[in-house]
């Protein structure tokens, strides 16, 4: 059993930044995988970003590409999102993942999972940016 409490979402103005921390009740090394995920209020439950925590290899959603980037530190057993460039439609809760299968028999860094494979979340932080 893996706990998982994100923190550091709030209120900002469009094109600031914010970065989301998550804080793992293990080894996050020992986590296969670990991601970003985000819902706003009526949609599905994206996937943001992922992360290999064995060697740092990344996935990263085209809407967010190049603005978000994940990152660990095993260190503190701790998974982190900073966020640049924010967008109103950024507005969502965000929630971390841990651990899901291989989707299609790829590497998590290859293919991203639906929110249906997650195995472990958080509790969810809110983000809401305004224009």
């Known amino acids: 059993q893996v706990q998982l409490v994100e923190s550091g979402g709030g209120s900002v103005q469009a094109g600031r930044s914010l970065r989301l921390s998550c804080a793992a009740s293990?080894?996050?090394?020992?986590?296969?995988?670990m991601g970003w995920f985000r819902q706003a209020p009526g949609n599905a439950r994206e996937v943001l970003a992922t992360i290999y925590t064995a060697a740092g290899a990344t996935n990263y959603a085209d809407s967010v590409k190049g603005r978000f980037t994940i990152s660990q530190d095993n260190a503190k057993n701790t998974l982190y999102l900073q966020m640049n460039s924010l967008k109103p439609e950024d507005t969502a809760m965000y929630y971390c993942?841990?651990?899901?299968?291989?989707?299609?028999?790829?590497?998590?860094?290859?293919?991203?999972?639906?929110?249906?494979?997650?195995?472990?979340w958080g509790q969810g932080t809110k983000v809401t940016v305004s224009s």
């Open positions: 293990t080894y996050t090394y020992s986590i296969y995988c």
């Open positions: 993942a841990a651990d899901w299968p291989r989707v299609a028999g790829l590497f998590c860094w290859e293919e991203p999972p639906p929110a249906r494979l997650v195995y472990y």
